[in-house]
Every structure is written in structure tokens, then in C-alpha cells.
């Protein structure tokens, strides 16, 4: 069983910027699809950003794309979410899944989450 464990969040002014990290444990990690989903009060958990098992591979939600920047490091077992452009539409809690499935948008394809990470975007 892999364990994630999100960190980076904060509170930041609208356009400001941020860096998650992600870091997994276990060998399954560079086996494996990872993500970026954020869930804001009231609402349900959404994709961010996708990065596959070689970090070749990205895709990111229209809400983000051009301001997010997702990344690997298979050989430190970490996954990064570099955010800049901030608005308080970002204000959530981001959490970080794997899944076999490259880029997947649907919670169900996850089969492990870390405890997430708050971001607060004042604006």
C-alpha cells in the first residue's frame, strides 16, 4: 500500500504563487499514474492535473491550464503541483492520488490519497 503525504499549501494574495509536494512511499510509485484533485468547500473532489508514469505525459483541467505545472521525481518519490497566477477560485484542499489510469478524472480509479493540503487564496 502506497502513502501519500501532501505539503506545500498555505494562505497567499490573488496572484500569487505556490509549490505542492506530494511524497509517496512504497514501489509502486514509479509505476504508477499520479494527480492533483482539490476539493472546495461544499463541492465535490475535481481533477487538476495528471502526470504519467514516466512524467512524459500531462494534462491539466481548463481551470488551471497555463497557470499550473505539474512534475515528477521517480527517484525521490515526489510529485509537484507549481501554481502561480492564483485567484480564490483555487481555494480548496488539493490532494494527490495514484492510479494505474494516466490522467483519469473520475475519485474511483484512485486507490490511494494523501490527507491533502489547504490553499487559501485571498483576493
Known amino acids: 500500500q502506497v502513502q501519500l503525504v501532501e505539503s506545500g499549501g498555505g494562505l497567499v494574495q490573488a496572484g500569487g504563487s505556490l509549490r505542492l509536494s506530494c511524497a509517496a512511499s512504497?514501489?509502486?510509485?514509479?509505476?504508477?499514474?499520479m494527480a492533483w484533485f482539490r476539493q472546495a468547500p461544499g463541492k465535490e473532489r475535481e481533477f487538476v492535473s495528471g502526470?504519467?508514469?514516466?512524467?512524459?505525459?500531462?494534462q491539466y483541467a481548463e481551470a488551471v491550464q497555463g497557470r499550473f505545472t505539474i512534475s515528477r521525481d521517480n527517484a525521490g518519490n515526489t510529485i509537484y503541483l507549481q501554481m502561480k497566477s492564483l485567484n480564490p477560485e483555487d481555494t480548496a484542499v488539493y490532494y494527490c492520488g495514484l492510479s494505474r489510469f494516466f490522467a483519469a478524472r473520475g475519485v474511483e480509479v484512485y486507490h490511494s490519497w494523501g490527507q491533502g493540503t489547504q490553499v487559501t487564496v485571498e483576493p
Open positions: 512504497g514501489r509502486a510509485f514509479s509505476t504508477s499514474s
Open positions: 502526470i504519467s508514469r514516466d512524467g512524459k505525459s500531462t
